[in-house]
């Protein structure tokens, strides 16, 4: 297909990208230049160099700095050892395939209480600390604070790494095991040798989505403590946000392009990793014995983590669960930190109460949902707020994404991998660094305060354009040879040949993209100021605080969508990690 015959396909992307992307992160680093939107003086490059001297800008440098190095190789390390644990696995895999994905669907605000009552002055840490007379720790507040969001982004992203993984060792030619198993390599020089050696380039994609979902895990910080969280909380995504409320643009645009060059190195160092790993696969000249298969208790050892594995994933949303059954005054008898009449003889310290975590509770009771359905009709407005912003969406960029994916892949142009590569460039920026664009193109369309501020470039979002090409990567040329030879045009080749076969690709595209908008916190802070028009997903965290008799009913019902989507689409989901599209042809 020639370009001009791709343009119809790729125009509509392509300009929501420039419109809502490219052109406003260029033009901002306007700002960067000058001492201030009033006097617009050329500065150089001083307000960089006083971003980099900023106290605060520092102190959310180091505190984002020593979270990633110790969440991201400790995200690898471990879902790298749960895909080996389910190549093991000689049945059920998909069921923990699933239940390990699961947390990515989950809003931030359905397990934030989970997270309160673990680490919470009077949560089941303290308590286990004080049972066996040790002295107790105020995580936020201390220098241990730093495990809250390590914890939090290792639970919720292990999984889908771990999913990925295994994707990967399922391409590894099995013809490399058999010659390393005949010259008797031991599974340690196999794993360090072929699989790990072939996994390069999948652990490089799995370093790429840690870094951006490292810099996701505002959302839960932002639930739980709010703008202004404790020192050693404070990332480098607070400060962003509060240049937005400020209304520094010179100090935003200057902090964002400095995390865009941080970004860019360590995304260059990765590939050069990757690529250098890759070029010297060394084969194994080992000389030995093939191992014997799984016997019925080495199976058993492989079920036994995996049962854990599940229980410690599910723990969060069974809580939330069960506790929703509570009345609220039970709710807030277990919970609170003060020593009241009604929770007197639960584990107490100087007037500290404890946080007596139940899976049951005492008397089962539907007071909570009763309470929400009849008596807050708030709470069904930021519900209906929360579908607005999401439905757009997931339609648009369904749309739009299929067709841009569709023109990469057909049209025939000697610069398509370059416009391509602007693509990924921008799907790995931080979410903050694209909060700047987002702001800027809202404040000119006169957009702020409204949907159409988050709606329009989630549209456009770029994953959705990457995700549907690597599907399209393996259909085969002939199907669509053969179509045109009977006369078909390149409308119906897509519309009847190609988009049915899209369909687990457009599904799991659904699917993440429900799980990222559903949830959608960083963007409402920022570009919606009326509080009636917040989504329910920002309007959890006051309930959290507020409310805590009415938390948990609120969570479940704002989980039930999340929930529908994703077993609907779990299937694709799992499947378009592990198979290519040309094995799927109708």
Not at 341 to 361: E, K, V
Request: with cysteine; glycine share 4%.
């Amino acid at each position: 297909m020639k370009f001009k015959k791709s343009l119809p396909y790729l125009l509509p992307s392509l300009a929501g990208l420039s419109v809502f992307y490219l052109i406003p992160l260029l033009l901002s680093s306007y700002y960067a230049l000058i001492n201030n939107i009033g006097s617009k003086k050329f500065v150089g490059l001083q307000n960089f160099i006083n971003t980099v001297q900023n106290p605060m800008f520092q102190k959310g440098l180091f505190n984002t700095a020593v979270f990633m190095m110790i969440s991201i190789p400790a995200l690898i390390f471990i879902a790298l050892l749960i895909a080996l644990l389910l190549k093991r696995m000689p049945r059920g895999q998909g069921v923990l395939m699933a239940i390990m994905m699961f947390p990515i669907i989950i809003p931030s605000g359905v397990t934030a209480h989970f997270w309160k009552s673990i680490f919470d002055v009077n949560g089941l840490i303290n308590k286990t600390l004080y049972s066996f007379e040790l002295p107790i720790i105020n995580f936020a507040g201390s220098g241990w604070a730093i495990l809250i969001p390590i914890i939090i982004y290792l639970w919720k992203n292990t999984g889908f790494a771990a999913v990925i993984f295994c994707a990967g060792m399922k391409r590894v030619p099995m013809e490399y095991y058999e010659h390393a198993n005949c010259a008797g390599a031991s599974p340690w020089q196999q794993f360090r040798h072929i699989t790990w050696t072939y996994l390069a380039p999948t652990t490089f994609i799995v370093s790429i989505l840690s870094i951006i979902n490292s810099f996701k895990i505002f959302k839960e910080l932002y639930i739980l403590f709010g703008n202004y969280p404790p020192d050693h909380l404070y990332m480098l995504q607070h400060y962003l946000n509060n240049q937005f409320f400020s209304l520094n643009m010179q100090k935003l645009t200057a902090a964002s392009y400095v995390l865009i060059i941080g970004v860019g190195i360590v995304i260059f160092v990765l590939f050069c990793w990757q690529k250098k790993l890759s070029d010297t696969f060394a084969t194994l000249e080992l000389g030995g014995h093939i191992p014997k298969l799984q016997t019925k208790r080495s199976q058993f050892i492989s079920y036994l983590p995996a049962a854990m594995i599940a229980l410690v994933v599910l723990l969060p949303l069974l809580l939330t669960v069960s506790s929703s059954f509570m009345s609220s005054h039970e709710v807030v008898n277990r919970y609170t930190t003060e020593v009241t009449a009604f929770n007197d003889s639960d584990l107490a310290r100087n007037d500290l109460h404890f946080a007596n975590i139940g899976f049951y509770p005492n008397n089962p009771t539907l007071e909570q949902y009763q309470s929400l359905l009849f008596d807050h009709p708030a709470y069904w407005r930021f519900y209906r707020n929360s579908i607005l912003v999401t439905l757009p969406i997931l339609l648009g960029q369904c749309i739009i994404s299929c067709l841009a994916a569709y023109a990469f892949e057909r049209m025939q142009w000697k610069y398509k991998e370059v416009l391509f590569f602007g693509y990924l460039a921008i799907m790995m920026m931080p979410l903050q660094v694209l909060l700047v664009p987002n702001y800027l193109v809202a404040d000119f369309l006169h957009l702020r305060d409204s949907y159409a501020s988050i709606i329009l470039p989630g549209i456009f979002n770029p994953l959705g354009v990457f995700w549907i090409r690597q599907h399209l990567k393996g259909f085969p040329r002939e199907c669509i040879e053969a179509a045109e030879s009977s006369g078909a045009s390149e409308w119906k080749v897509f519309r009847c040949i190609v988009l049915p076969n899209l369909k687990p690709a457009v599904i799991s595209l659904f699917v993440l993209t429900f799980a990222e908008y559903w949830n959608v916190i960083d963007q409402a802070v920022v570009l919606i100021k009326s509080i009636h028009k917040q989504p329910l997903s920002v309007h959890l965290g006051s309930m959290l605080s507020t409310e805590p008799g009415l938390f948990f009913a609120g969570a479940c019902l704002y989980l039930i969508p999340a929930c529908l989507v994703f077993f609907i689409g779990k299937n694709h989901l799992i499947d378009s990690s592990i198979l290519p599209i040309h094995r799927n042809i109708k």
